[in-house]
């Protein structure tokens, strides 16, 4: 928790329990006291326990493997601020980086590595406002064939 006061506010804990199912890394107190020192959500490679309350947490996202009620397991924290690789969709591992922008909702959690964050940001902008127009065009009933002919896929 030290490592985390230190954190610039709006971080995201990420961390890599080396497939240590047992027990429970991180819990409610723990996810409010990093709240509190302005983290606003966490990859946790390993279980949560308290998770009713955790998930009523306002801004935050908590993404873990599973869930276990107890909190012992003899698991320590080795190191702070390293690289780690995290199961991924698209790759088998994604590697994390410390200053990674990292992106989570109800489908899943996205990483933009630091370099690519501006560039990234700026397509995703362009793909939002073509999405927002052809959302437009469907409420006004415009037809399928349109719709895949203007816009190719929904």
Sequence with gaps: MDTIEALEDGTILCFDCGGDMQPAHFGEMSCQLAYSH??????????????QYVLKMPDFP?????????????WIITEVNKPIYLPGHLTH?????????????NDGVQ???????????LRVEAIFEKENEEREKIAAGMSIDEVYGTYGVL
Excluded: H, Q
């Design 38 to 51: 302005g983290c606003r959500g966490m990859l946790l490679a390993g279980n949560c326990r308290d998770t």
């Design 62 to 74: 908590l993404f873990s493997f599973g869930t276990r009620p107890n909190a012992f397991g003899g």
């Design 93 to 105: 591992y994604v590697k994390v980086m410390p200053g990674d922008f990292i992106f989570g909702d």
């Design 111 to 121: 990483l933009i590595p630091k370099d690519l964050v501006d560039e990234v940001l």
